[in-house]
C-alpha cells in the first residue's frame, strides 16, 4: 500500500494512537463488516449483541490509555477523526447505562461494557502485542461472527488476514510501483534524489499528486499544521489535574507564563529555545493525555514532538513560511514511512524508541530540510537523532500517557533541533547510515523484554510510588 503522509499525520483524540484511536477505529470498521453480506451466518439469523475482549498489551494498559472508553464509543459508531471529546463521557455513560447500543444504520444492540467488553491478560493473541476480538451473536447468544484486529502504531489498524498477508509480502506493498519514486529504504531516498536532482520533500510531493491535487494536498497539509498548532494553543491555555489517578497536574501553562515574563523582560538565557522546545510539546501531550484532540505524529504517545520543533522553527527563524511548513511535514513523513516500513512505531512491538524516537528523527530530518540541507544533510539529522533513542522502553507509570511521556517529548524535541543543527553544519558524511539505525531499533525492540514495551509491568511503571 502506499504510505500518505495523511496516514502518519492522523487527526484524532488521546491519549493513544495505537491503545485509543486504534480500537475505536476497529470497533467501527467491525459494525461496517455487521452491514455486510458476504459473512457467512444461519438463514434469518440477526446481530442482536456485542462483545470485545482486549489481549496483550491493550489488556494490561487499556483502562490508563482510554482503550476500554474507545471500544464503547466506537460500537456507538464514532471514528477518531470526527469524535466530539467533550460529548464522549455523556455517550459512554448512557451505553453503561441502558447497557445497549445505538449505532447510525445499526438496530440497537444489547452491548453491556461490565460484561460484554473484557480485559484479557492471560490470553496473548499472537499477532502483535495489541490485539483485539469483537464478536456479535444472535438473541439466543449464539456467536455469528467473530472478527480480530491488530493495532499496529499510529492507528494503523489491520486484521489477522491482512496483518498476514504484510508479514508473507514482506512491504513489497509498502514500496509501490504506482509511485514516482518508490523509496523504501534512505539509501533509495537518497539514491532517487541525486537521480533525479529533487529534494526530499519534492519526491514525497510527486508520490503524493499521484493520489490527489496540489491544491488537495495542501489545504490538507495546511489542516495539519492548523490541528497541531491548535493542540499547542490548547495546551498552553489550560490547567489543573489530568485524569487517571495519578494527579499530575498540568505545567505548559504556567512554564508558558514564566518564560514569556523573561522574554519581556529580555533576561539572558543560552537555553532559551529549549525552553520554548519544551514547552510546546509539553502542552500537545498534555492534551493528549487529558483525551484532548491531537495528531499522531507518528502515535499519540509521540505527538508533541514534530508541532514543537516545527513551532520553533516558526518562532526562531525569519524565513519560515507556509511552503517551508509543508516541507517540513512531507519531508517528516518521508522518514517516517521508512521507519515505519522497515521497523515500528508500537511502544508495544519495540519500546519507546519506535514513537518519540521516530518523532525525533522525523522532525530533525523536517527542520533540516527547511534550514537548507541536503538529502544527505535530512539523512544524517534523522540518523542522529534516531540512533540517540536507541533501547528506550515503553514504561508508563499506572498504564497512563503522562509520566515519562509527557517531558519525553519535551526531550525528543530538544533532541531533534541539536540533530538537525550538527547535520546542517556538515557535508552529509556520516558513519552510521539511518537504514542501519532503522534496523538496529527493529532488533533491539524484539529482543525487548515484554515488561518494557507498554505493559506497564517494568521500569518507571513498578519503581515509582503511585501517589
Not at 438463514?43 to 470485545?52: E, F, N, T
Not at 494503523?156 to 529504504?185: D, H, I
Not at 527563524?317 to 517516517?336: C, K, M, N, P, V
Amino acid at each position: 500500500m502506499f504510505l500518505s503522509v495523511f496516514d502518519l499525520f492522523k487527526i484524532g483524540i488521546g491519549p493513544s494512537s495505537s491503545h485509543t484511536m486504534g480500537p475505536m477505529t476497529a470497533a467501527a470498521r467491525f459494525l461496517k463488516e455487521i452491514l455486510e453480506d458476504d459473512w457467512p451466518r444461519p438463514v434469518g439469523a440477526k446481530v442482536d449483541r456485542l462483545a470485545a475482549s482486549l489481549h496483550g498489551s491493550l489488556a494490561y494498559t487499556g483502562v490508563g490509555h482510554g482503550t476500554d472508553r474507545a471500544v464503547i464509543l466506537g460500537l456507538a459508531g464514532l471514528i477518531p477523526t470526527t469524535v466530539d471529546p467533550d460529548r464522549s463521557d455523556a455517550i459512554i455513560e448512557r451505553i453503561t447505562a441502558d447497557k445497549r447500543t445505538l449505532p447510525p444504520g445499526h438496530p440497537s444492540y444489547r452491548f453491556d461494557p461490565a460484561i460484554d467488553l473484557v480485559l484479557d491478560k492471560k490470553t496473548p493473541l499472537l499477532g502483535h502485542a495489541n490485539g483485539m476480538a469483537f464478536y456479535a451473536y444472535d438473541a439466543d447468544d449464539r456467536l455469528l461472527l467473530k472478527r480480530i484486529y491488530y493495532s499496529i502504531g499510529g492507528g494503523f489498524v489491520v486484521s489477522e488476514e491482512e496483518l498476514q498477508r504484510l508479514k508473507t509480502r514482506g512491504n513489497e506493498e509498502a514500496s509501490g510501483n504506482a509511485v514516482p519514486y518508490p523509496f523504501k529504504s534512505a539509501d533509495e531516498m537518497l539514491s532517487m534524489a541525486a537521480s533525479s536532482g529533487l529534494s526530499i520533500a519534492e519526491m514525497k510531493r510527486a508520490n503524493e499528486e499521484t493520489r490527489q491535487s496540489r491544491e488537495e494536498l495542501d489545504a490538507g497539509l495546511d489542516g495539519i499544521w492548523e490541528a497541531m498548532k491548535s493542540c499547542i494553543d490548547r495546551g498552553l491555555s489550560q490547567e489543573g489535574i489530568m485524569p487517571g489517578g495519578l494527579k499530575v497536574r498540568r505545567r505548559a501553562r504556567q512554564l508558558h507564563e514564566k518564560l514569556q515574563e523573561d522574554w519581556r523582560k529580555n533576561r539572558p538565557n543560552p537555553l532559551l529555545a529549549n525552553d520554548w522546545l519544551s514547552i510546546y510539546a509539553m502542552a500537545v501531550n498534555e492534551e493528549n493525555a487529558a483525551g484532548g484532540r491531537v495528531v499522531t505524529a507518528p502515535t499519540n504517545g509521540a505527538a508533541g514532538t514534530l508541532p514543537a520543533v516545527l513551532r520553533y522553527w516558526l518562532h526562531f527563524h525569519d524565513e519560515a513560511d507556509q511552503a517551508s511548513i509543508r516541507d517540513f511535514l512531507l519531508t517528516a513523513a518521508a522518514i517516517g514511512g521508512i521507519i515505519k516500513t522497515n521497523a515500528s512505531i508500537s511502544g508495544a512491538e519495540v519500546g519507546c524508541q519506535g514513537e518519540v524516537g521516530s518523532a525525533s528523527a522525523m522532525a530533525a530530518a523536517g527542520l533540516c530540510a527547511v534550514m537548507g540541507g541536503t538529502p544527505e544533510q535530512v539523512e544524517n539529522a534523522a540518523e542522529i537523532a534516531l540512533e540517540h533513542h536507541l533501547g528506550m522502553t515503553c514504561d508508563p507509570v499506572a498504564g497512563l500517557v503522562q509520566v515519562p511521556c509527557i517531558e519525553r517529548n519535551a526531550l525528543g524535541a530538544v533532541k531533534a533541533v541539536t540533530a538537525a543543527s550538527l547535520a546542517i553544519k556538515g557535508d552529509g558524511k556520516h558513519f552510521v547510515p539511518l537504514d542501519a539505525a532503522i534496523e538496529t531499533m527493529r532488533q533491539t525492540g524484539m529482543d525487548m523484554n515484554e515488561r518494557y514495551k507498554e505493559t506497564s509491568l517494568g521500569g518507571l511503571a513498578v519503581n515509582v510510588v503511585e501517589c
